[in-house]
């Protein structure tokens, strides 16, 4: 074998080694889609103060007619029915009971909304009609207090599940506020299970199950009815690795569960709301890309999904609200 063989046998074999490591990666870490996908259907919104305008919305929730947006930096909750139409609004900025600071995002449970209030360090309940209740927490990092509450779970037994954001835990409270557990160090961050990077956004499946939006560790994390951690995904062994592949992030800004138990979040950076199934957090589909135009999303910052199917997103960088519908519908 002459000498110039022998060199490109030398430069082959890290080559074809490469490829493998590659091809191995590939069908280890990035998923391939398994559903025909979402179609846009409409869109709503710009920027402004008046009925229907936003100024950098940030979160959404449903019920079976209406849909309810925080409008943050005009510090109200703007309502609308399932085609854009202005219905009503609430909320002003301040820090009086039933004022609002920078309202993320939103749950609807027992025919109330909650509001995670990021600026004012609570959690804010309405009537459906805008009609304040109460008023949850207080700014701190000690038991049943917030430091920016990025979102809010509820569950059937009025139980709440608050992403303490700057505190880096999650909280669960008594209907009152009264503290029962957390999960996660106060004011640590790392990338092991079942300790978060700023979490953003919670929900609860029917099963039980809380799933945690643990944003800039760029991965969903999974615990039991129990509260037990079950299991978590991505990128590679979800421990925050970035990238734009399905079924990686680029910070979770929004995490909601539909009927059926799949899991919607908001991959803000990737400009796409990611859909997964329940077990093990398998790929499903996305839909969405960076963009102005219609079924483009300038940093999608929160889902909702009502019961039907139709997904709500609001395009946080668009000042609008966004509705999708499954293409096989």
Same mark, same amino acid.
């Given at each position: ?144 207090? =917030?430091?920016? !509450?990025?979102? *809010? %779970?509820? &569950?059937?037994? $009025?139980?709440?599940? @608050? +992403? #303490?954001?700057? /505190? ?27 300790? =978060?990077?700023? !979490?953003?956004? *919670? %929900?609860? &499946?029917?099963? $039980?199950?809380?799933? @945690? +939006? #643990?944003?800039? /560790? ?33 910070? *979770? ?77």
């Amino acid at each position: 074998m002459d000498m110039k063989r022998k060199i490109l046998m030398a430069l082959a074999i890290p080559l074809l080694i490469a490829a493998g490591f590659l091809a191995f990666g590939c069908a280890t870490f990035m998923a391939s889609e398994k559903e025909a996908g979402y179609r846009f259907v409409a869109a709503w919104g710009e920027r402004g103060i008046g009925p229907g305008e936003f100024n950098d919305p940030t979160g959404i929730a449903v019920t079976e007619h209406e849909v309810f947006v925080s409008d943050a930096r005009n510090s109200r909750i703007q309502v609308f029915d399932f085609e854009g139409n202005f219905k009503r609004q609430f909320g002003a900025a301040g820090q009086e009971p039933g004022q609002l600071g920078r309202p993320m995002n939103l749950t609807i449970a027992h025919n109330e909304l909650y509001v995670a209030d990021y600026w004012n360090d609570r959690i804010e309940v309405f009537a459906l009609d805008g009609t304040h209740q109460r008023t949850i927490g207080h700014s701190g990092s000690g038991p049943g207090e =917030f430091d920016a !509450p990025g979102g *809010v %779970a509820v &569950a059937a037994n $009025g139980d709440l599940f @608050v +992403a #303490d954001f700057y /505190n880096q835990r999650i909280q669960q409270l008594r209907p009152d506020g009264s503290f029962i557990r957390q999960w996660g160090e106060t004011r640590q961050t790392g990338a092991e299970a079942e300790i =978060f990077n700023y !979490p953003t956004d *919670v %929900a609860l &499946a029917p099963d $039980g199950s809380l799933y @945690v +939006a #643990d944003g800039y /560790n760029d991965r969903v994390q999974v615990f039991s009815p129990d509260g037990n951690f079950s299991h978590k995904w991505g990128g590679p062994f979800a421990r925050n690795i970035s990238g734009p592949f399905q079924g990686w992030f680029a910070v *979770v800004t929004s995490i909601t569960v539909d009927r059926a138990g799949n899991v919607f979040a908001a991959d803000f950076y990737n400009n796409r709301i990611q859909k997964f199934s329940s077990e093990e957090g398998t790929f499903l589909t996305a839909f969405g890309e960076e963009g102005t135009a219609s079924g483009q999303f300038n940093h999608p910052m929160a889902v909702a999904v009502a019961n039907d199917g139709t997904v709500f997103v609001v395009d946080y960088g668009n000042n609008r609200v966004q509705k999708w519908r499954a293409k096989a519908e």
